[in-house]
């Protein structure tokens, strides 16, 4: 399996081509997807599903040579298991209907047992494990403690998220218990989810970049390390390589890199060269096309791939990648030219 | 009139105590403001109102101790005067009613000539001056040529700016030609304030940090520059202080360092002395507490506040304020606090 060149890549072995995959490639851009989507009733129906969510999986994988899949979830499914009421509306973003406003209301919580809270989960891991019939790896996935903390504080999506920010300002000890119990939810639901199957691990940090640098330091960065230091103790986890992606957080690259994690995801705001210069000694790198550059001209697109993976190089450890999820209005085709162009130019840089 | 603070701050000379301002300090935070805002009728009729601009542009020297008074104005009155039809609905954001969709429409834009297309700017920065006394110097601001050119090309706010980013990608002669004639019209309206009596000049570059490194420096500080350098050879404006505010784009402080500007304007994902560390040999810097802390309590608004001035130290060339605009959910009793930290501390840094 560690012969699969994603897999390798990571690992910052020699590869034939740079491997690709697409952030969120299970998504509304595809019809298909559309209407599996429909038939769920609803995008939480979606998830909880095992065969529905495994079906979208593998909608990406029969369209595209990608060189893995992502377990077709959510970020918040932790904080719907903790008791908080996931709903998801088209178009409004996800919603929590009890969210977290008192001491009381963030001491009450515990972390849910992902066999028995998360099944639904974990199902899908071994189903598209057993449906992939080892064609791709699979990647499983959680929300960063930061990211859920804010969701669980909010109730939902905002632009600032000055709530979670106010809360660990005025009462730090609080938010660390809540940081603290949202860590070691997130630490055995990826562990369980290596034990179900998924052969690499990624930690969505969707929010980190909206903190300040010390409280980047202190209520995000912390428990990243934290997550990636615990899961070094799960027997399945610790040889599955894990990849961190804190969105605007470009600053920290160091810090991130430092916490034992395998690989760095990007956001499109640094060149890949920069970025590897900085700590690709030391982690594997995934991205970072803008995905606005979907919404240009074929070779445009193509002119935007070869520039990315030239400026990376030969040297070992590039996972190409989007550097944000894949936008709803984006043609499957332009979708359909980027993954062709980084064949393309990988091979030509690899040698493969 | 060198002699207020804030002027002297932003020329890096020794201040008794740090100045203070704040980013959309004349908003809807005031109760005051909300009932002019309601006698106004519309926003852009309060905009195009010099008597009504003027009242509010005074508001929040009237209720704090702040040491500069920024013009009351929106970014998009260019594109407006344009022909563009510009309006702002509560809660929905500013839209244009003809954005630019083909290369005709960009071919027939002309730059607005400031005293006749923009009067009433000209007018309420006239009337500001003559209303303020010398009190605190006047801020005079535009949008910067990529922001503007994001607004106008999508007609509204995004999450993206895909299409702008689409066409600066597929056809960048055309992008080009519509940021030269954004950036000559933002260039000659900047130029008219100072001619009008603004005291400095500050560019908001809102979207810049949307961009990634290349495009950049293509797109956006490329007329950054630009606009920095023409400034000198108008009279009224090469002895004006320009404050550029690149949002998001950290990673480029020594290269906008190096526009000729006077100063730079800083969003809250730096600390204050990295920043000071990389460029404050050769600009002024100007920020940048999160907007979020004034969601805090008093005690810990005023402990960031004293945290942030000290991580810059005693060192020349730092003008307090935001890292971006106050948000309308802000209380007002929270904004003394803040400023009544800045005086306190700042004077106890500086020895005044």
Redesign the interface.
Known sequence: MSDHRFLRALARQPVDRTPVWIMRQAGRYLPEYRATRARAGSFVNLCKTPELACEVTLQPIARYPLDAAILFSDILTIPDAMGLGLSVEEGAGPRLAKPMRTHADIAALTAPDPEMDLRYVMDAVRLIRRELHDKVPLIGFAGSPWTLACYMIEGQGSA????A??LA??DPATMHKLLDVVARSVTAYLAAQAAAGAQALMVFDTWG???????FGEFSLHYLARIAQSLQSHNAAKSTPLILFSK?A??HLEALADTGCAALGLD????LG?ARARVGGRVALQGNL????L???PA?IAA?VEAALADFGAHPGHVFNL?HGV?P?VDPERVKVMVDAVHAAGRRIRGG
Chains 1, 2 share one sequence.
């Open positions: 600032s998220f000055a709530r920010k106010a300002l005025d970049g909206l903190l300040a640098p010390d409280m605007g470009n600053a499109w705001t640094i060149a920069e803008d995905p606005a550059v919404q240009a001209t445009v935007e550097g936008t209005d």
